[in-house]
């Protein structure tokens, strides 16, 4: 099909829309490791994970074998409000770049959370509502999932409690007026709300705070108070269950156009974009229906994938949460002042971990200043200036453009375009000073981190 | 047509999108007063205005009997990165305001500049670029403005100067650094690089700056620099004419439905969105074909249609652009610190001024406080976070909505979402915390403005 008719944007059709999730661990003949109770050192039941999670999505965790999973119509409603995203037509791109490659990237941006996190964040409220819960606990970082989540609890009339990392909650007072305009309950972690939280402030008065505390007050929060449970972003099958919908949009606006990607190229932090991006593909993958190239990028400074070991962790640094099998660099990993907030999760997906364990997924590391430099090239040719995190993918998808223009070949890139940046200027203003920094972790220190890893075999 | 047909966003096919401007002076019988040149008294010529303007522009802004101007390929193709906006069906906003009206919206926001603005900003630079000039300059308030020239700029390697209200400046640091990935030059005005800068910080050493003073640093600095032009964002016809597109996507949009709006309504600073938003409605209403109501909502702290006076008066404080008739409140009149800083302008487009003088288009007036009310209930059930300058038109369309509710009328309200509100957050955030504060300008204050307008008959 030649260029002139695929145009710029891509939008399905309402009644084109996904009307089921696809659960790509249905499709995967080696399954994940099964997340494991803390306290008994066993797969983790129904019930173990209902006293945090609400009992649906509970379930939804625990299900390796349903492929397809109906969207309620309350959530396919909702997702009107914001879906579908654009499949966008990188035109603009290979000009600059005069690559041969067809490029197309999957922005999940065009929302007031400015991220995909909103797919996940309104199912989750939807459960917790039909389970007669009065609210939710989460904590968030950048702020990205936070926004998204009080958009979805405002939208079920649900109590809405996030903790954010303390110094996020300073550094982007922006962020946490977004989510008071939804009526979120933002509280600064570590705070005298919680006992782990007293505890951390006692120990390290002058602290200001990280997303393995957050997590820990949060599920003590959800815990600790009738009728409610503990919601997260990312890293759970559950999440990456919900974030199908990007990669099904994606491959249903490909198909009508006849489209195959060569290449498909995600941010990986926790896994949740990347996982939904490449699920529906992955699952032709599976079944031997079709072949791809998969490609993970992931920050030089916090490489997981990468440089981590497939192994048992934590998913907290305060150990309250299941134990999961994932490629980690052990929960006590601090990676350096990264920018990229959502990126910067010691572990990954277990799903993900286990696809990139049997060789099915390639992954990356690029550095933060060459991130940027990505970033302000595509924000100068396609308008849209990207997250931080976001331009992780544009990196590699630029690089790999790139390779086609030294052979010639017309490959088909696709890569997400997760967010927007508007929230992330203190980082472009780093850039634009000529100030930023890379920093990659050394051998001994990735080594040091994983050495405390629990002594579980799996 | 029932509801279930229509989707909750149209989205025009490619092919579908406009490829020509409208013109609505081209459809008056009476036409606006022309601009007059400040040193002579007399009506602009167009050799008066290409010193100041690119001469294509300069032709647009003289040209009042063309009705469809073609929209050059190259500006097509840019509008494709960000084009369609969708035409949204606000079945959410409806739903809580349990009204049988029906509410749609034209949504500009969802581009980096944030705004409407990207589609003057980009025809403006392209004009330059084809005079062959190395670039342009501009002042900005808010930011929108600067945020679309810088982008515009960036798409055609033009040198873009921003003078940004210093206020501004130091306040909005993120919408800077915005500007800045986009490569442009962002000065805090006043400044020491011109003579008017120089002279407005010796007379007053500590200010923060204005508007009136910023414009007057730009048109300094385009017209003593060779191969420099001066651009604006709002208030001139050629402006209006660009936006135009927005009209006439959201027409055909809702041709393509056959729905026919009762109430069009947009937010009225210097006219801009308001402008584009109506024209191609106007343009029915003007030659018997069709009857719509129109409603400019100005902000009660800078009421210019609704308590100003018709008049000649300077589009800038600096008094070196030219005359403009228009409802003004005096190039001197100074809002009161008010959120919405695009809707701070003294006066209004000739072009709305004219239309609104004949009694074809009406105006009212909102208070800031009502404006956040509205602004955060939209939030919250349509998911997107408005600029504090469109909440203006969301207060009066749910006001309309809210009548019909009264009077079981099933209206059809369309209003101009022109942008986001994500670098307003201080406003928002002096609205969570019940901080934000009311004023409309006395009769006695309005008077000693106006007391000092040119002594010019027109």
Chains 1, 2 share one sequence.
Not at 65 to 81: A, G, L, R, S, W
Not at 116 to 132: E, F, P, R
Not at 199 to 220: D, Q, R, Y
Not at 284 to 310: H, M, N, Q, W
Request: a negative charge.
């Amino acid at each position: 099909m030649s260029n002139e008719k695929i145009p710029y944007k891509i939008y399905l059709e309402e009644n084109e829309l996904p009307k089921q999730w696809y659960n790509v661990r249905a499709d995967m003949k080696k399954k994940p490791a099964p997340l494991l109770n803390p306290a008994t050192g066993k797969p983790c039941t129904l019930e173990d994970l209902s006293h945090v999670f609400c009992t649906e999505l509970a379930k939804q965790e625990l299900d390796e074998n349903t492929p397809y999973v109906d969207i309620p119509q309350e959530i396919q409603d909702f997702y009107k409000m914001f879906r579908p995203s654009p499949l966008v037509r990188a035109y603009f791109l290979e000009k600059k770049l005069g690559t041969p490659a067809k490029i197309y990237y999957k922005f999940e941006g065009n929302n007031t959370s400015g991220s995909h996190k909103l797919n996940s964040a309104i199912a989750q409220a939807y459960y917790a509502k039909k389970q007669g819960l009065k609210g939710v606990t989460t904590e968030t970082g950048a702020g990205q999932w936070g926004t998204a989540l009080s958009m979805a609890c405002a939208y079920f009339d649900l109590d809405c409690n996030v903790y954010m990392v303390k110094v996020s909650y300073e550094q982007k007072p922006f962020r946490r007026e977004v989510m008071r305009t939804y009526g979120a309950n933002v509280t600064p972690s570590p705070s005298t709300t919680t006992e782990i939280g007293k505890k951390i402030l006692e120990e390290f008065p002058g602290t200001n705070g990280s997303l393995g505390c957050a997590i820990s007050e949060a599920v003590e929060a959800a815990t600790t108070k009738e009728g409610y449970r503990y919601v997260l972003g990312s890293v759970l099958a559950q999440v990456l269950l919900h974030q199908s919908i990007i990669g099904l949009e994606a491959k249903a606006a490909m198909d009508k156009y006849n489209i195959k990607p060569d290449i498909i190229i995600g941010c990986a932090g926790g896994g949740s974009n990347l996982g939904g991006l490449i699920s529906p593909f992955m699952g032709e993958k599976l079944r031997g229906e079709a072949d791809y190239r998969f490609i993970a990028v992931e920050p030089a400074s916090c490489p997981s994938l990468t440089r981590g070991t497939y192994a048992y962790d934590f998913c907290d640094t305060g150990k309250v949460c299941p134990l999961q099998k994932m490629y980690t660099l052990g929960s006590g990993f601090m990676p350096s002042p990264n920018h990229a907030g959502g990126l910067r999760y010691h572990g990954m997906s277990a799903t993900l971990s286990e696809l990139y364990d049997q060789g099915l997924m390639e992954a990356t590391s690029v550095e933060q200043t060459a991130v940027f430099e990505a970033a302000e090239m595509f924000a100068r040719v396609e308008g849209i200036l990207p997250a931080p995190e976001s331009s992780h993918a544009i990196r590699v998808a630029i690089d790999e453009a790139l390779k086609c223009k030294e052979t010639g070949e017309e490959k088909t890139i696709l890569f997400g375009l997760t967010g927007t940046g508007y929230f992330d200027m203190y980082a472009y203003g780093a850039y634009n000073d000529g100030k930023m920094s890379d920093y990659i972790p050394t051998d001994e220190e990735i080594a040091k981190s994983i050495a405390n890893l629990p002594k579980i075999e799996g």
